[in-house]
């Protein structure tokens, strides 16, 4: 059986999508499958929206939310031996399935696809189109993935050997996992073809900007890389993603041990590539107010980032969170 595993909190519309492409994925695949739908205290009437589908098992999170934790839940209430997770704001495709399932069996032991962003506002306003995996066009080769995102399918007996996701992530989760399971020898492979539409906020909107700061979401990249600090993956993720954190990290200690040409170096290197950063997002960012003032923003949330980054390396040690939850459907 395939377990399909949806979670979500306030998406709205796009729920309504997600499961509606659900279920015709299971009949256009003639599936023997079941539907979880796990919320996270939802306040837009999601869970009611969910409750309309008539298959769909419904659970709701009673103490502290966050992705690993709906996802475990999840699990832990499913009954198949493939798991398929899915965000509540994607529409899958329903031909994805025929060449990742192979007479009832998961042609890897962990498997996704290619990915759009349909981009919006928090006003649901229509901004564009974004590959999300991919350049131009969709490979025409499998991948074996160093690092993976919300949307993909499992062998049980995979996410076992791992234990699920680990609670303690608030953000980043599905990288963790992908690392973890990668020690254990088990690869994600992404199948050259298209899994889903993503209908999301574009992760460089200003509003969305600051939030990650608010929550202290720039704590988990940290988390990340010490978790995994022995990983070279973790370690050239960390080079790809947040290199001016790291070269601010360089600025500082070059001024603790006080040798000026180092120093000097140290901090010309930093603002090169510190402003390269903000000038890239800038022009890439899908926003609707003034790219002008969205490049002043984005100055001062990257050096809080790069700075938040190493607290969070050196003082963030969250513990595993607790699973509570209760049944509605």
């Known amino acids: 059986m395939l377990s399909f595993i949806v979670i979500g909190r306030n998406e709205g519309w796009k729920l309504n999508k997600c499961l509606t492409s659900i279920f015709e994925t299971i009949e256009y695949n003639k599936l023997d499958a079941e539907v979880i739908y ?8 999601s869970i009611e929206l969910a409750k309309t589908f008539q298959k769909v098992k419904v659970f709701l999170i009673t103490g502290e939310c966050n992705a690993a934790i709906a996802r475990n839940i999840g699990a832990k209430e ?47 306003n229509f901004l564009g189109v974004k590959n999300r995996t991919y350049t131009k066009l969709i490979p025409t080769k499998e991948q074996v993935l160093k690092t993976n995102g919300g949307i993909f399918l499992i062998k049980k007996t995979a996410w076992k ?39 999301t906020v574009d992760y460089r909107n200003e509003k969305r900007m600051w939030q990650n700061i608010k929550h202290f979401y720039s704590f988990y990249p940290a988390m990340i890389f010490r978790d995994h600090i022995f990983n070279n993956i973790a370690l050239k993720r960390i ?4 290199y001016s954190a790291l070269l601010l990290f360089a600025l500082i ?37 003034s ?8 100055i001062i949330f990257q050096f809080m980032h790069d700075f938040l980054f190493w607290v969070g390396f050196f003082f963030f040690h969250p513990k595993p969170k607790s699973i509570e939850y209760t049944v509605v459907k």
């Open 38 to 45: 796990v919320d996270s205290k939802s306040t837009d009437g």
């Open 78 to 124: 499913s009954r198949g031996d493939i798991l398929f997770f899915i965000d509540g704001d994607m529409e899958i495709n329903k031909k994805f399935l025929p060449f990742a399932i192979i007479n009832n069996q998961l042609k890897y032991d962990c498997v996704t696809g290619h990915l759009d962003d349909y981009l919006y506002d928090y006003n649901d």
């Open 161 to 199: 050997t791992v234990g699920g996701m680990r609670t303690k992530y608030k953000v980043n989760e599905d990288i963790d996992l992908t690392m973890r399971l990668a020690k254990k020898g088990i690869k994600t492979i992404r199948l050259p073809l298209f899994i889903a539409k993503h209908y």
């Open 239 to 242: 080079l790809r993603t947040n």
């Open 253 to 289: 200690i070059s001024l603790i041990i006080n040798i000026q040409w180092l120093y000097l170096s140290s901090a010309i290197l930093y603002f090169l590539f510190f402003m390269a950063k903000v000038v890239k997002n800038s022009i890439d960012a899908s926003i609707s107010k």
């Open 291 to 298: 790219k002008v003032v969205y490049f002043f923003e984005r």
